[in-house]
């Protein structure tokens, strides 16, 4: 447990029935100092505000961008957290996720971000598999990731955590991509800091090129 605010930033489209899990699992966290925004991005209706008014946390909704780049920036500027993680709303996380997560930020103060193994599930959120040794060896994943990174996604959008110093750095999200913005995201951040690792599944991350917050469609797909 730390005394340090988390900001958790969701962005979302049209997705009520994903968006709600999302939260939940957010609020499920064993460590509880966290604040949760969630920022739409112009999904028609009244929903998703609902949902977060019964769930008691932080709701913006802001004109469609077709991206989830911009929802994220705009989380960012309202956020009051140490710490930021941005979790897309077809994803989950596991309760011990940020508690272990700062644990190890708090024991390497070399490392401004962090990350974790995830597993995957489909949409009806069966888990299908998980990353490890299977795919990659941990060297792979840890510390200086620059290089590694340049033709490579090595991240994957569930399981960072940063401090807030790191994104002041590095800026935010690149707006005017579509598909990479991700990528690239993680490639810059690797310039500024070495990534630790928690050597544990705490995230779930939805397959389904069609069902990505980070289609390239307009309006996303659903």
Not at 58 to 80: D, M, T, V
Not at 145 to 158: D, G, M, Q, R, Y
Request: with cysteine; glycine share 8%.
């Amino acid at each position: 447990m730390t005394g340090d605010l988390v900001s958790v930033i969701i962005p979302t489209y049209n997705r009520p029935h994903y968006l709600e899990k999302a939260v939940v699992s957010v609020l499920n966290q064993s460590n509880k100092n966290i604040e949760v925004i969630v920022v739409d991005d112009g999904t028609p209706g009244v929903e998703n505000k609902e949902i977060c008014e019964k769930l008691g946390v932080n709701y913006l909704k802001i004109s469609n961008s077709g991206g989830p780049a911009k929802p994220r920036n705009e989380g960012f500027k309202i956020a009051k957290g140490i710490y930021i993680a941005w979790l897309d709303d077809d994803d989950l996380w596991l309760p011990s996720k940020i508690e272990k997560q700062i644990l190890f930020l708090n024991s390497n103060p070399a490392f401004k971000w962090v990350h974790c193994l995830n597993g995957y599930i489909n949409h009806k959120g069966i888990e299908q598999e998980r990353s490890g040794k299977r795919d990659f060896s941990f060297d792979d994943v840890e510390g200086d990731l620059f290089l590694k990174s340049i033709n490579t996604v090595l991240i994957k959008n569930p399981t960072p955590l940063l401090k807030r110093e790191l994104i002041v750095a590095a800026g935010l999200f690149n707006e005017k991509l579509r598909g990479s913005e991700d990528w690239e995201y993680w490639f810059r951040l690797a310039w500024f800091s070495p990534i630790g690792l928690v050597r544990e599944h705490l995230a779930f991350y939805r397959l389904g090129n069609n069902n990505k917050i980070s289609s390239n469609d307009k309006n996303y797909a659903t």
